[in-house]
């Protein structure tokens, strides 16, 4: 059986280690371990949300793909560096036990859990690549290429210069034009289609011969989209104002973000 002493000692010990993890978790932000960088998802909404994600490029797919999040409700999970997906709110589900149901817009498949599954258009999709072998930089954005259905913007958390606030803060869906709209069950707009998920076509789309980025040019509708949310995509080869590039251990994802995290 130990001594009072050798107790004592490793007591005083495990106090210290406790006290230099405390001190490390503070220097780092709390963040994620050097090999991974942590998404935090807010919402910030005034009713619920249940966020999909899917890991793109053969990259993983985290949470399963999708959860629930309350009003005030945050979560907050670790991808590994170089991972490549997209985050996207889905509004106006309901799910039963089995996690089967659907939702008025960004479903996938009826299913709670993505598992894989892209979200339907219309959806705010925040599309992140967290670095490449040819450069330690993280790349984020966040599209209205596949319509709108709620605001949504990624910042880092901490960061050097030059990174930015990549999203749509304004609600969308009070100004979309009537040939874009997508109405619940209960008539109210619910989500805003882009002019290629409401019209097609290789013009609207960026495809064929416009598949190139001196022959794709925004749409009148483009043009409203980008009017209203100046740092999101709002046509396919829309980089210049709306790609950021950042280096940071933390990413902020706010459904709804108030109007006072525009920068």
Known sequence: MASSASM??????????????????????????????????????????????????????????????????????????????????????????????????????????????????????????????????????????DGFNAPVSMSPVGGGAGCGVAGCQADLNACCPAALEVRDREGKVAGCRSACGAMGGDRYCCTGEYASPGRCRPTVFARVFKAVCPKAYSYAYDDATSLNRCKATRYLITFCPPPTSRK
Not at 71 to 85: K, M, Q
Request: charged residues 10%; proline residues 7%; hydrophobic residues 40%.
């Open 8 to 145: 004592a000692a490793n007591l005083q010990l495990l106090s210290l280690l406790v006290f230099l993890m405390s001190m490390a978790a503070l220097v780092t932000g709390g963040g994620a371990s050097n090999g991974s960088v942590q998404l935090i998802l807010v919402n910030n909404c005034a009713e619920s949300i249940w966020p999909g994600l899917l890991g793109t490029a053969g990259h993983p797919t985290p949470q399963s793909g999708g959860f629930h999040l309350a009003p005030g409700d945050e979560t907050s999970f670790d991808v590994p560096l170089g991972w490549s997906g997209r985050v996207w709110p889905r509004r106006g589900c309901s799910f039963d036990g089995r996690g089967r149901g659907g939702c008025a817009t960004g479903d996938c498949s009826g299913e709670l859990r993505c598992g894989g599954r892209a979200g339907a258009a219309p959806a705010t999709v925040v599309e992140m690549t967290l670095g490449t072998p040819r450069s330690p930089l993280h790349f984020y954005d966040v599209s209205l290429v």
